[in-house]
Nanobody
Framework: VQLQASGGGLAQAGGSLRLSCAAS????????MGWFRQAPGKEREFVAA????????YYADSVKGRFTISRDNGKNTATLQMNSLIPEDSALYYC????????????????????WGKGTQVTVSS
């Protein structure tokens, strides 16, 4: 699976950004999709995941209520809508895909990921 993320950039605190991930190389509707992020000097952390059919979603506590993950299996894309951004959201965001479940991705973190996209930078100014 090849993953291509886009949509990062600069936003002010309280603002919004939308990240997209385009997937190719494997039937999209059988893989869980997710987003991770890594801030400077910190480990990469789980942000959100969505099941292959789009029914189940999982979020890190730090983004719950502010971020929304969705997918369009007809277009082979996954999206992360980020609202009410705070400076602590600044990080390199990675699109991820897993052949197990979205719950496994949420519970095990990177161990639940089989494929990674290149990161896209999100910077939130105060």
């Amino acid at each position: 699976v090849q993953l291509q993320a886009s949509g990062g950039g600069l936003a002010q605190a309280g603002g919004s950004l939308r990240l997209s991930c385009a997937a190719s190389g494997r039937p999209f509707n059988v893989i869980a999709m997710g987003w991770f992020r890594q801030a400077p000097g910190k480990e990469r952390e789980f942000v959100a995941a969505i099941s292959s059919g789009g029914i189940s979603t999982y979020y890190a506590d730090s983004v719950k209520g502010r971020f929304t993950i969705s997918r369009d299996n007809g277009k082979n894309t996954a999206t992360l809508q980020m609202n009410s951004l705070i400076p602590e959201d600044s990080a390199l965001y990675y699109c991820a895909a897993g052949t197990y479940t979205a719950r496994a991705m949420a519970q095990t973190g990177e161990r639940g990921v089989d494929y990674w996209g290149k990161g896209t930078q999100v910077t939130v100014s105060s």
